[in-house]
């Protein structure tokens, strides 16, 4: 069993008595009726929340759950220990997503996945959602050691939380509730501007690759060049390889665009390397198979900071011909107009894998420029797609440190460490 203190050391700090949540609110869960039994699952229509609706609270900005993915039957709750909870009452999922909490907005059962508290006279469901969302990163800390990533319930029948008076809670919920919502359109402005930038940066190297395009005429890679290589598929260990061991790439190596030399699997060390597939700085890499059309026949240069990778069997590697360079090839394979051609490729095929065939590669056209005038497009594209990652990073940065304010803020509120009666009228 977890000790109070190291779930939640903040507790510590707390102006207010801390008690066991379930002396104030009654502690329940929820079932998942027999699936062995098809009339249980026939004329559904209590809502049942499963780990499936936890996406609706992922950003924590979503306060009230009213609608489910799935149903259950009067049948199925009556033959089952799943509870009909009544509205009012809040949930916290406890395994696989851990720490997402929302409020039910009408009577509701749950499954197995998910704590439930329903609020006695002396503590406010809305208190209690923000001193939850408070726990959160240390529910989520200490599921991680877990196999399962699961707080078990005589975890969850210790979870304290402050307990200031019914007034007081409802002061603090009051100043939260408009506080973190400024917070949130302000990370929504923030994300919104990281997709723009993208799109900017989207429509401008694709103007560039059009010119070209108009400028000298188009040519199929066929012409451009010598060999395409696909990789191997030995058993690999999913885990860093240090510098010095061998490595074999991911497809998430390629797959952003931009080559990441530390997404790979480490070659076991009884396994001799293949040397036919060492990557070398330089080499031209494009996916050759990935569970998303996006991230399918996407290219990126080889940067591989001295580290042993060798090519995988859903990636390929790319030999230009003499006159064609590598660095203006990846970046015409990454524009709109030549991804606009792999998607017509891939029409129509479905599955855990979507594959680019080589021979498909050689059919996609690129523009016909010369060697002098490749460099030049090279070098524009880059510094237009560098400076668009510079001004991304950044706005995903200010994102990251509005997230930990709005973290930060409502600990210090639950625990007292600030006084909401006097900080309404301030900043964030």
Same mark, same amino acid.
């Given at each position: 069993?977890?000790?109070?203190?190291?779930?939640?050391?903040?507790?510590?700090?707390?102006?207010?008595?801390?008690?066991?949540?379930?002396?104030?609110?009654?502690?329940? $869960?929820?079932?998942?009726?027999?699936?062995?039994?098809?009339? +249980?699952?026939?004329?559904?229509?209590?809502?049942?929340?499963?780990?499936?609706?936890?996406?609706?609270?992922?950003? =924590? $900005?979503?306060?009230?759950?009213?609608?489910?993915?799935?149903?259950?039957?009067?049948?199925?709750?009556? #033959?089952?220990?799943?509870?009909?909870?009544?509205?009012?009452?809040?949930?916290?999922?406890?395994?696989?997503?851990?720490?997402?909490?929302?409020?039910?907005?009408?009577?509701?059962?749950?499954?197995?996945?998910?704590?439930?508290?329903?609020?006695?006279?002396?503590?406010?469901?809305?208190?209690?959602?923000?001193?939850?969302?408070?726990?959160?990163?240390?529910?989520?800390?200490?599921?991680?050691?877990?196999?399962?990533?699961?707080? +078990?319930?005589?975890?969850?029948?210790?979870?304290?939380?402050?307990?200031?008076?019914?007034?007081?809670?409802?002061?603090?919920?009051?100043?939260?509730?408009?506080?973190?919502?400024?917070?949130?359109?302000?990370?929504?402005?923030?994300? #919104?501007?990281?997709?723009?930038?993208?799109?900017?940066?989207?429509?401008?190297?694709?103007?560039?690759?059009?010119?070209?395009?108009?400028?000298?005429?188009?040519?199929?890679?066929?012409?451009?060049?010598?060999?395409?290589?696909?990789?191997?598929?030995?058993?690999?260990?999913?885990?860093?390889?240090?510098?010095?061991?061998?490595?074999?790439?991911?497809?998430?190596?390629?797959?952003?665009?931009?080559?990441?030399?530390?997404?790979?699997?480490?070659?076991?060390?009884?396994?001799?390397? #293949?040397?036919?597939?060492?990557?070398?700085?330089?080499?031209?890499?494009? $996916?050759?198979?990935?569970?998303?059309?996006? #991230?399918?026949?996407?290219?990126?240069?080889?940067?591989?900071?001295?580290?042993?990778?060798?090519?995988?069997?859903?990636?390929?590697?790319?030999?230009?011909?003499? =006159?064609?360079?590598?660095?203006?090839?990846?970046?015409?394979?990454?524009?709109?107009?030549?991804?606009?051609?792999?998607?017509?490729?891939?029409?129509?095929?479905?599955?855990?894998?979507?594959?680019?065939?080589?021979?498909?590669?050689?059919?996609?056209?690129?523009?016909?420029?010369?060697?002098?005038?490749?460099?030049?497009?090279?070098?524009?594209? $880059?510094?237009?797609?560098?400076?668009?990652?510079?001004?991304?990073?950044?706005?995903?940065?200010?994102?990251?440190?509005?997230?930990?304010?709005?973290?930060?803020?409502?600990?210090?509120?639950?625990?007292?460490?600030?006084?909401?009666?006097?900080?309404?009228?301030?900043?964030?």
């Amino acid at each position: 069993m977890t000790v109070v203190s190291d779930l939640a050391p903040w507790l510590v700090q707390s102006r207010w008595p801390t008690v066991p949540i379930r002396y104030v609110a009654k502690l329940g $869960t929820g079932h998942t009726p027999s699936r062995q039994h098809p009339e +249980y699952w026939e004329d559904c229509t209590t809502p049942w929340i499963t780990l499936a609706d936890v996406w609706q609270l992922r950003d =924590g $900005t979503r306060d009230t759950i009213t609608e489910t993915k799935e149903k259950i039957s009067r049948l199925g709750l009556a #033959n089952s220990a799943a509870v009909l909870h009544p509205a009012g009452t809040v949930i916290l999922s406890r395994t696989a997503s851990v720490g997402f909490s929302a409020i039910m907005g009408h009577d509701m059962a749950t499954s197995q996945d998910f704590a439930t508290w329903t609020c006695g006279p002396k503590l406010l469901p809305r208190y209690l959602l923000h001193a939850l969302r408070a726990m959160a990163p240390d529910l989520r800390r200490v599921a991680a050691g877990s196999t399962h990533k699961t707080i +078990y319930m005589p975890d969850i029948e210790q979870l304290h939380i402050p307990l200031p008076s019914m007034e007081e809670q409802q002061r603090i919920t009051d100043f939260l509730d408009v506080k973190t919502a400024r917070i949130d359109r302000m990370i929504l402005l923030r994300q #919104n501007q990281v997709e723009l930038t993208g799109e900017r940066s989207t429509a401008e190297i694709a103007d560039i690759i059009t010119g070209a395009a108009g400028d000298f005429g188009l040519v199929s890679m066929r012409r451009t060049v010598r060999r395409i290589e696909q990789g191997w598929s030995p058993q690999c260990e999913d885990m860093e390889a240090h510098p010095s061991e061998w490595a074999v790439l991911k497809t998430s190596a390629v797959s952003g665009g931009r080559f990441d030399a530390m997404r790979h699997k480490r070659l076991p060390a009884d396994l001799s390397p #293949n040397l036919d597939y060492v990557i070398h700085d330089g080499d031209l890499l494009m $996916t050759r198979g990935s569970g998303s059309v996006n #991230n399918v026949g996407v290219a990126a240069i080889a940067d591989t900071g001295g580290r042993r990778l060798l090519l995988s069997d859903l990636l390929y590697r790319i030999h230009p011909d003499r =006159g064609w360079s590598a660095r203006f090839l990846a970046a015409v394979l990454r524009s709109a107009p030549v991804r606009g051609q792999v998607s017509l490729l891939l029409r129509g095929q479905s599955g855990q894998t979507i594959k680019l065939r080589g021979e498909d590669i050689k059919e996609i056209q690129v523009p016909a420029a010369p060697i002098n005038v490749q460099e030049k497009v090279a070098d524009q594209l $880059t510094a237009i797609s560098d400076e668009s990652e510079f001004m991304k990073s950044a706005l995903r940065r200010s994102v990251q440190l509005l997230a930990e304010r709005k973290q930060a803020l409502i600990t210090a509120a639950v625990t007292g460490q600030i006084d909401v009666a006097t900080a309404c009228g301030g900043g964030i």
